[in-house]
């Protein structure tokens, strides 16, 4: 295992909860949609817009087979398990965790957000229906589940790091757990 990828629903505290782990386990962080905007040189809704959803997803899959092979965490965006190819890459070269917050702790943290454009472009209730789909991607891609609803970011990554630090380096483990 050299690799710690964060994925859920947009919102569910990927970001905030790996840049902590990076800093609770001194290892580096980097969130998979700002890497991809660097490379780039346009914002998520402009590739959207100009390129299209598949050409973003695209962007996904290349970034999970090129990384540079160190040890980190990683955010991924929010729809990078909805391929099963990303979900191999991930499971093959790293720990994958599941941050499983509830829809309506999501949608507090995400309704307003112009940067997302799935968001602007959906009701509420799309929105939820989004999220239940894609929550068994994010569980058929994870190694463990970290729920995070009544928890404090603090509690959350505290239980994390205890589940990093209790499989690192153990190749064999990471597939049982």
């Not at 899959?61 to 090129?66: P, R």
């Not at 990078?80 to 190819?85: A, F, H, K, N």
């Not at 979900?87 to 940067?115: E, P």
């Not at 009544?150 to 994390?160: E, K, T």
Request: glycine share 8%.
């Amino acid at each position: 295992m050299k690799k710690v990828y964060l994925v859920g629903f947009m919102g569910s505290g990927k970001s905030a909860i790996g840049r902590r782990l990076s800093y609770f386990l001194r290892m580096p962080y980097y969130d998979m949609d700002k890497e991809i905007i660097r490379r780039e040189g346009l914002t998520i809704p402009e590739i959207f817009e100009q390129k299209g959803e598949v050409y973003f997803r695209q962007k996904e899959t290349q970034f999970l087979k090129e990384f540079r092979d160190e040890f980190c965490i990683i955010a991924t965006g929010g729809g990078v398990s909805i391929s099963e190819e990303n979900r191999k890459i991930m499971r093959q070269t790293g720990l994958v965790l599941f941050l499983d917050a509830a829809f309506s702790d999501i949608w507090k943290r995400v309704h307003r957000d112009k940067n997302r454009p799935i968001v602007q472009k959906s009701t509420k209730e799309e929105l939820e229906e989004l999220y239940l789909k894609r929550r068994k991607y994010y569980l058929n891609a994870a190694h463990i589940t970290v729920r995070t609803e009544g928890r404090s970011l603090r509690q959350i990554v505290d239980y994390a790091a205890f589940q990093i630090n209790r499989l690192k380096g153990d190749h064999i483990g990471v597939e049982k757990a």
